[in-house]
């Protein structure tokens, strides 16, 4: 044993020694660079392993089959324009500025169903009564399957039909609208868009694609059986790594590939090198100054700018935001 113990460290030794005398110099800095970006993606794939690791214990549900109340729904006669907006209740009352967002929504004349998921008891989630008397629905729901996963479970409980000319799929990652003009002459925008799917912004990493959250689907993608079955098989991916994989990044491209057109009314900003190419993390001002009427919430958790940013909201905006 200890003599093929000695051949196999003696071989090993030789074949290192041949491999090195074949490889050309390099500094060790240039080492370390490149041992960094190894280290970045290894990590980077240890995350994506971990984010799909269900597929070996058990596959995810349809999104349709979480718990979920349906408070109200009063989508019986059809509408223009509906939305389906998303917020994450971790507590009984409603976040400032999905009210406020919510109430913009309504005064431009966009129908609203509001899909909570919460981690409370259903019952106690409590909202504005004269907020939920315009309503055309709401549905509490369990928090699972982020925001895709909650667009789908209402969409499986409406007859899409019935909404003639867009659909808005938002979330409560934006926060606002901090103009209200600014607001409406965004809304004009959508509304005059020619595109099959309108978004705000574009993150090419590692593609390009829409932000999702906020999209609208015009008339021709709405009403078409490709949309209507992505959205009723959605089902309810585990974390927020699996969702932005499965869905967001690869949303976009599919309809794309599939003859529909797409645009974003606040093109990208940033022109350097990957992955600092989110324009609502890095170019949040810049965005401001452009009309986008939001600042993303992770600005307030994630940049170096977070201090700067929360004194650029109402302070009934962040109150409850952890600080970075």
């Known amino acids: 044993m200890v003599n093929d113990r000695s051949t196999l460290r003696a071989r090993y030794k030789a074949l290192r020694k041949k491999l090195l005398s074949l490889t050309p110099f390099i500094r060790r800095s240039r080492h370390e660079r490149a041992l960094h970006r190894i280290d970045k993606y290894l990590q980077l794939e240890r995350k994506a392993h971990e984010a799909l690791g269900y597929l070996f214990f058990s596959a995810p549900t349809l999104a349709s089959t979480a718990q979920a109340q349906i ?35 309504l005064a431009a004349n966009v129908a609203v169903i509001l899909v909570a998921n919460t981690d409370v008891e259903f019952s106690t989630l409590q909202l504005p009564p004269e907020l939920e008397a315009r309503l055309s629905g709401v549905v509490v729901r369990e928090n699972v399957g ?4 909650a667009w789908s479970h209402v969409y499986s409980m409406i007859d899409p039909a019935r909404v003639r000319r867009r659909l808005y799929l938002v979330n409560d ?7 209200h003009s600014a607001y409406a002459a965004m809304l004009a ?7 099959d799917l309108v978004g705000l912004t574009c993150n090419p990493d590692p593609h390009e694609h829409l932000q999702s959250f906020y999209l ?11 949309f209507d079955k992505f959205m009723r098989n959605v089902v309810n991916m585990p974390r927020k790594e699996s969702v932005v994989t499965s869905y967001e990044l690869w949303l976009t491209p599919y309809l794309l590939r599939s003859g529909f ?16 190419r989110n324009d609502t993390l890095s170019h949040w001002k810049e965005l401001l100054e452009a009309g986008f009427p939001f600042i993303k919430s992770a600005v307030l958790t994630e940049s170096n ?17 952890r600080k970075r």
């Open 71 to 105: 408070r109200v729904m009063r989508l019986s006669a059809p509408v223009d324009e509906l939305c389906l907006f998303v917020t994450h209740a971790p507590t009984a009352f409603l976040k400032a500025h999905v009210i406020d967002h919510i109430e913009a929504l």
């Open 146 to 149: 982020y925001d895709f996963a």
């Open 173 to 179: 990652s934006i926060i606002g609208p901090l103009e």
């Open 189 to 195: 925008r959508v509304r005059e868009s020619r595109a």
């Open 216 to 226: 609208v689907f015009n008339q021709r993608v709405l009403h078409s059986p490709i």
């Open 261 to 276: 057109t797409a645009e974003a009314l606040f093109p990208n900003i940033a022109t350097y090198a990957p992955p600092t």
């Open 305 to 321: 700018e977070a201090d700067e940013a929360r004194n650029a909201l109402p302070a009934r905006y962040t109150a409850g935001v």
